[in-house]
């Protein structure tokens, strides 16, 4: 059984920072693709950052310099270094999996909410 569990989340105040860590069980962590994705009320999931199995790396451009995603193949962990929080990055992270080409995989985690706030 898949399992991404996200942990790390939490109330922070603008300028401040966070670490969420995602941990993987059931798959090939070294093979997928990580990413994570965040949904505000009212507004459509979005990427934040994505890490491929090859540890390219691409993010959205609302968080490019403040936040960093890393992974640690070993532990079976992709992370999130979130700095210089604003209000505008409170949402619900979710921890993504994917797989592409022959034997295409997607899966979530559960989420973790983030908010930013004085």
């Known amino acids: 059984q898949v399992q991404l569990v996200e942990s790390g989340g939490g109330l922070v105040q603008p300028g401040g920072s966070l670490r969420l860590s995602c941990a993987a069980s059931?798959?090939?962590?070294?093979?997928?693709?990580m990413g994570w994705y965040r949904q505000a009320p009212g507004k459509q999931r979005e990427l934040v950052a994505r890490i491929t199995s090859s540890t390219s790396t691409n993010y959205g451009d609302s968080v490019k310099g403040r936040f960093f995603i890393s992974r640690d193949n070993a532990n079976n962990t992709v992370y999130l270094q979130m700095n210089s929080l604003k209000p505008e990055d409170t949402a619900v992270y979710y921890c993504n999996a994917n797989r592409i080409g022959l034997g295409a995989r997607n899966y979530w985690g559960q989420g973790t909410q983030v908010t930013v706030s004085s």
């Open positions: 059931g798959i090939t962590f070294s093979i997928y693709h």
